[in-house]
């Protein structure tokens, strides 16, 4: 977001009616910036977006917890193989 520099140059006299197409300008912009935080907020606080920031995190902790038991499985296979029989 961006606020776009008045197209005035300093020597130019500005009138009433310059300072009411600049005020009418920012009163633009500022409702199309209302607009894309009402979008964004929306985005971020919808429930779709709740439920797959949770279902996210259970299938990252479950693929985690499924890495550590077949690393488990492994080291339980190499020990079998590698164990010296007395």
Known sequence: ME???TSHSKHKNIDLEDLINRK???RQQINEQK???????KKLLSFET????IFGSIQKS??????VLL??????IF???F????
Do not use: C, R, S, W
């Not at 607009?35 to 907020?41: A, D, K, L, S, Y």
């Not at 479950?62 to 890495?67: E, F, M, S, V, Y």
């Open 35 to 41: 607009q894309q935080i009402n979008v964004g907020t």
């Open 24 to 26: 009418a300008e920012l």
């Open 83 to 86: 164990h010296k029989k007395k």
């Open 71 to 76: 690393g488990m499985k492994f080291m339980g």
């Open 62 to 67: 479950l693929t985690l917890a499924d890495g």
């Open 50 to 53: 709740f439920t797959n920031y």
């Open 3 to 5: 606020i776009v520099p």
């Open 79 to 81: 020990k079998k193989i």
